[in-house]
């Protein structure tokens, strides 16, 4: 999937204003697609070898290995993009439900299986605690009624002025999002089980389920409602598919085209400078690259007076992640697509991460097994598997380069006593991510997986604007913007770019 750039001067062809994207994760690629359907001239640099940026992908010793996102959530935000171009998703992608959701399995061994099935949960809550159905179910009309606000309704609006944020504010306290996602669960349920079953969705976004606000409880419906879906071939075919519309376009995917510059005329941006020296000039410039990285390394510190060096240096990132990816050669047929194997500690664990920036002797883990659902992403009589554990980014000063095999081989142990017995003896294919790869691969700010926390304090009007606060003609897309990380929140950032943009007519 290596894109060179085309000889001569870099930029597609053709009439319209050209917009510059830099990166190509998913936030960059959907605007990439949103750009192009609405006359642009669309030119995306990537830094690294291939497209995805944390959906780039592996391929080792016949294993196909998605690097990150493996959990599809609102495809409709897909399908979007597709019939934007006049295309049809499902001739491309091959979606494929995944139940049950997630296995969740104690430290004690305890299983409970988290599905969308309404009746399902309820029997399942029900066999770890009868008193907390009724609970249950008033956490998931809890969910549903922040969704209908916080998803339907705020989720690609633009937050660009202090009173939107008023305007919304009533709302907010109504539905109490003053309380943590913890909090809120507890409010509803008393075992302690079910409490981190039900509050660790905000992990999947970077968030500490103990200080991210409740507005992100509506995750929970947002699975119920749309299901959780897995792409036949791996994620990566879906960065495949958005590359091939934007070339059909007649957009360029440039890989290896790292920016080190915007180009600013006073506080205007009228391009970008590349690694190799060369200039792009642009019409507009999309930054797809982290928003702490972007302002703090790609801007000038004289052209920003919002996002300045020490606003940026004293935000709070979110945790970072430690990957094994692994290919077996025998089959492990009862481990499930998506298992999380908690650690004993749930609280304390989280605070080591989150506050004391600790690397602890304990863990809990999520264990992707794709050959479950697909059996192509591995050779025949194998599987393959990725397994991630939440740590501390890199303010935790751990030398990842001595820290990663000793931190492997625990993992490697706690999975063969629990889920994947004799592992190490039939691992034939190993690679390892960790905090500093997010840095020095990714340009993350403080090797952080999922860019700012997801507090309330860095969310909405607090979190970098998809239309520069400070400089013109700049606008922000992915999990370091509004709204926030993960697939369907880097998606609708792309989305609030129709509203923020000028139309191409208007360069004319
Ligand atoms: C291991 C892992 C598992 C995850 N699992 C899920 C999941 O199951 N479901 C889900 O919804 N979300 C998941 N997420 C979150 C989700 O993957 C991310 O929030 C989302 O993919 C980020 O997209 P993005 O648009 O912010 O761009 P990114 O993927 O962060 O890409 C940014 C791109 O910009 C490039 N870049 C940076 N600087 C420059 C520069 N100067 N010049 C040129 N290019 C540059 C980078 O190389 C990169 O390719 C996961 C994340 C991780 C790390």
Not at 457 to 477: G, K, M, T, Y
Request: proline share 6%; charged share 20%; aromatic share 12%.
């Amino acid at each position: 999937m290596t894109r060179t750039p085309p000889p001569g001067p870099l930029g597609p062809s053709g009439k319209g204003p050209h917009a510059v994207v830099i990166g190509s994760g998913f936030g960059g690629l959907a605007a990439a697609v949103r750009l192009g359907a609405r006359g642009y001239r669309v030119t995306v640099l990537e830094k690294l070898d291939a497209p995805g940026g944390r959906a780039y992908v592996y391929r080792q010793d016949g294993f196909t290995f998605d690097a990150g996102p493996t959990i599809v959530t609102a495809p409709f935000l897909f399908e979007d993009l597709w019939t934007l171009c006049g295309r049809r998703f499902s001739d491309d992608i091959d979606l494929r439900a995944v139940d049950p959701f997630y296995r969740i399995q104690f430290s004690t061994g305890e299983t409970f299986n988290y599905s969308g099935d309404a009746r399902a949960m309820r029997a399942e809550v029900g066999r770890f605690a009868p008193g907390d159905v009724k609970g249950y179910e008033d956490f998931m009309a809890a969910s549903e009624a922040i969704f209908r606000i916080g998803f339907e309704e705020l989720g690609h609006v633009p937050f660009e002025s202090w009173t939107d944020m008023v305007r919304v504010l009533p709302e907010l306290m109504r539905l109490e999002s003053w309380r943590t996602v913890y909090g809120l669960v507890a409010k509803y349920i008393r075992d302690p089980r079910l409490q981190t079953i039900l509050s660790f969705h905000p992990l999947l976004v970077g968030g500490n389920p103990f200080s991210t606000t409740s507005v992100y409880a509506l995750i929970a419906f947002l699975e119920r409602r749309w299901g959780v879906h897995y792409v036949m071939g791996g994620t990566n075919r879906l960065v495949q598919g958005l590359v091939n519309l934007i070339e059909g376009q007649g957009g360029i995917v440039c890989c290896g085209a790292e920016v080190k510059e915007i180009l600013l005329e006073k506080r205007r941006a009228w391009g970008v400078r590349l690694a190799s020296g060369e200039e792009l000039r642009a019409d507009i410039v999309v930054s797809n690259a982290d928003a702490a990285w972007t302002y703090r390394f790609l801007v000038p510190a004289e052209a920003r007076s919002r996002w300045t060096d020490k606003r940026i240096e004293r935000s709070r990132y979110s945790m970072s992640l430690f990957v094994w990816y692994f290919g077996t050669r025998r089959r492990y047929p009862d481990v499930a697509h998506h298992t999380l194997l908690l650690g004993p500690r749930y609280r304390e664990l989280l605070a080591d991460i989150f506050d004391r920036k600790i690397l602890a002797e304990d863990f809990s883990l999520y264990l992707h097994r794709p050959t479950a659902t697909d059996p192509s992403m591995a050779p025949e009589g194998c599987d393959a598997f990725y397994v991630l554990s939440p740590v501390p980014h890199l303010g935790s000063g751990t030398d990842w380069q001595s820290a990663a095999e000793p931190y492997r081989k625990k993992v490697a142990l706690a999975l063969s006593e629990t889920v994947l017995p004799g592992l190490e003896e039939v691992v034939v294919s190993s690679h390892m991510l960790t905090p500093q790869d997010f840095k020095d691969r990714l340009n993350s700010f403080q090797g952080a997986a999922f860019a700012m926390e997801p507090i309330l304090s860095q969310s909405a009007w607090f979190r970098p604007h998809n239309r520069s606060e400070d400089i013109d003609n700049l606008f922000l897309v992915g999990a370091g913007t509004h709204p926030g990380a993960g697939l369907p929140g880097v998606l609708s950032s792309a989305r609030i770019l129709d509203t923020v943009v000028p139309d191409a007519a208007s360069f004319v």
